[in-house]
């Protein structure tokens, strides 16, 4: 049978220590609230001390709110906040009416292609067809001459050459890139 010693911590209660921490937690979070800790711990939601976000705001996030009287009547708002702290003129990432746009964007007809350059048609035809062409040689025609390879690769190259030569040489100064 073990005697028990007043002196020593009994080993089913919690650890002394613990208690401490609790303590230096409630008083750091009471220091960061800026209020006093008193006895529960917690500051009073209602009283003058408790802050808000524009209370805290090393950035300058919180556009500073036009003081405005109350119109007669107006009661707090649903979120907490009343009117007059929010202002009309308080301004965040939804605070904005979507402008009504009657015109929806319609885009052009593009041209046929039965007008197109034939030579242009050829050159797009190789520039995409001569990989295409190589990778289905690759792993269905194993055995393909070397002149066939060639060619599809000449023929790539061919097509793109023309076609970066066929690029516009200078800029148009009216042109805002919104036409391709």
């Given at each position: ?112 292609l039965a007008g197109s350059d034939p030579l242009t048609m050829l050159a797009w ?34 097509s793109v050459v023309f076609l970066i030569m066929k690029l516009p040489q200078e800029?148009?100064?009216?042109d805002d890139g919104a036409r391709v």
């Amino acid at each position: 049978m073990t005697r028990f010693d007043p002196g020593s911590p009994d080993p089913d209660s919690p650890d002394s220590s613990a208690n401490e921490d609790d303590a230096v937690w409630l008083d750091l979070v009471a220091r960061l609230e800026g209020t006093d800790s008193g006895p529960s711990g917690s500051a009073d939601a209602g009283s003058p001390a408790a802050r808000t976000f524009r209370d805290f705001d090393p950035l300058g996030l919180a556009a500073p709110a036009p003081v405005e009287p109350p119109v007669g009547g107006r009661a707090a708002s649903l979120s907490g906040v009343d009117d007059a702290a929010a202002g009309e003129g308080a301004s965040g990432p939804r605070d904005y009416e979507p402008d009504d746009d009657e015109g929806a964007f319609v885009p052009e007809e593009p041209p046929s292609l039965a007008g197109s350059d034939p030579l242009t048609m050829l050159a797009w035809l190789g520039a995409v067809g001569g990989p295409i062409a190589l990778l289905l040689s690759a792993i269905f025609w194993r055995s393909a001459p070397l002149l066939a390879v060639v060619g599809m690769v000449v023929a790539f190259a061919a097509s793109v050459v023309f076609l970066i030569m066929k690029l516009p040489q200078e800029k148009d100064e009216n042109d805002d890139g919104a036409r391709v």
